[in-house]
């Protein structure tokens, strides 16, 4: 078990209400390779047993806990200086330096652009296929309406046909068409 004591006062306190003045957080070790977190507060109950949460801790304080930098005692670092090749200076250099966890970041940026390109291209694509169907849809409409037109016009000429043919029957013999109205 390797237990690690914070403190948790002032004014970068982390969640003083939950944690009080010192976040005490337990990691445990099983012969099988398993491990877990106790995350306590600084009456040592136990806050959480998540990952999340102690993220959530390193965070708060800006702790890197996977930066070499902050392990390294004078002793290691002289020996470090001392016996390892230019590459090996490099990659701690960078590992140190967060440059690595910012080139990730940028490489995530930038499929995520690449991405969102992709995205675009392909709406404008669908963007100017739509505007042709609309095209054709505003032709076949005004189509339409002149059929509807011409259709009214046809319905009208018929009606007046209709009506001349009454007008027509009554001037040949008006008799008749009295007689047959009654």
Do not use: C
Request: charged fraction near 30%.
């Amino acid at each position: 078990m390797l237990s690690v004591r914070l403190k948790n006062q002032g004014s970068s306190a982390y969640k003083p209400e939950i944690y009080g003045k010192s976040i005490i957080i337990e990691r445990h070790f099983s012969k099988s390779g398993a491990s877990g977190f106790k995350i306590k507060n600084a009456k040592e109950k136990i806050v959480s047993t998540r990952k999340s949460y102690l993220e959530d801790i390193t965070d708060a304080f800006a702790l890197q806990l996977d930066n070499p930098m902050n392990v390294l005692t004078q002793d290691m670092a002289r020996q470090f200086l001392n016996h390892s090749s230019p590459q090996d200076k490099y990659k701690f250099f960078v590992k140190g330096t967060q440059l690595e966890a910012l080139d990730h970041d940028y490489r995530l940026l930038q499929e995520s652009i690449d991405q969102i390109e992709s995205h675009i291209s392909t709406r404008r694509e669908d963007k100017d296929n739509y505007l042709k169907i609309y095209e054709e849809a505003q032709k076949r409409l005004e189509r339409a309406e002149n059929l509807r037109g011409i259709q009214e016009k046809i319905n009208k000429y018929r009606r007046q046909m209709a009506w001349s043919q009454v007008i027509a029957e009554e001037r040949v013999s008006p008799q008749a068409s009295l007689a047959s109205f009654y």
